[in-house]
């Protein structure tokens, strides 16, 4: 199957500080991305979707300014947390389809812890 | 928006036995996959199913789309199964956007 690889796996920042999360599909392009996120012992929730070349598309509840995505290649999507507060610790799981544009493949994820 | 409910929420196992576990969904789909959730939390891609029946070794799926549920077997179970188990679901004409399931946490004991 495709690969998608994200960085970093694990991160403890200071609050007030910004982190960036990228997420790179490995043998493929892909023209959208996804970046999810996790609390523990729950779901998946979608944040948003990272289109190449244009603005993401966040669902209802999160903030553009907070959380921003930015996908300037076919192979690569990145998301900052700006002005990191504890409460945005949490696990942070990037998503890319395969050139079919049926399966979706996901990166490893990252584990953010904000202190 | 479309609801994913699976079933049972939490399952233990004895190393050896069989289980089913279950995807409902509210809507009609044009894709359904399953995730297994290793401790790592490292998304591992089970099945590619957005309708009929599929195996790959001990594990199983079946999609029935008309009456909007799966079915993971899981045969034989192993304590490396051990993990949360999700499906997730793309509503047709949403973008590609996967809309996960609740999960069912299985933990196999020996």
């Known amino acids: 199957g495709a690969v998608v690889s994200q960085h970093p796996s694990r991160v403890i920042c200071k609050s007030g500080t910004s982190v960036k999360i990228e997420c790179r599909s490995l043998d493929f392009q892909a023209t959208t991305m996804f970046w999810y996120r996790q609390f523990p012992k729950q779901s998946l929730m979608l944040m948003a979707t990272?289109?190449?070349?244009?603005?993401?598309?966040?669902e209802q509840g999160v903030e553009k300014d907070k959380f921003l995505i930015n996908h300037a290649s076919l192979t690569l999507s990145t998301l900052t947390v700006t002005s990191a507060h504890p409460e945005d610790s949490s696990f942070y799981i990037c998503?890319?389809?395969?050139?079919?544009?049926?399966?979706?493949?996901f990166g490893q994820g990252t584990r953010l812890t904000v202190v | 928006g479309i609801q994913v409910e699976q079933s049972p929420p939490d399952l233990i196992l004895q190393e050896g036995a069989n289980s089913t576990l279950r995807c409902n969904f509210s809507?009609?789909?044009?894709?359904l996959q399953w995730f297994h959730q290793n401790p790592w939390g490292q998304l591992i891609n089970l099945f590619y199913i957005p309708s009929g029946t599929k195996q790959n070794g001990r594990l199983s799926a079946t999609t029935v789309a008309t009456e909007r549920y799966s079915l993971l077997y899981i045969s034989s179970s192993q304590t490396t199964d051990s993990g949360v188990y999700f499906c997730a679901v793309m509503l047709t004409g949403t973008a590609s956007k996967l809309t996960f399931g609740t999960g069912t946490r299985l933990q196999v004991t020996l």
């Open positions: 990272s289109n190449e070349g244009s603005k993401a598309t966040y």
């Open positions: 809507d009609s789909v044009n894709n």
């Open positions: 998503s890319a389809r395969d050139q079919t544009n049926t399966e979706a493949f």
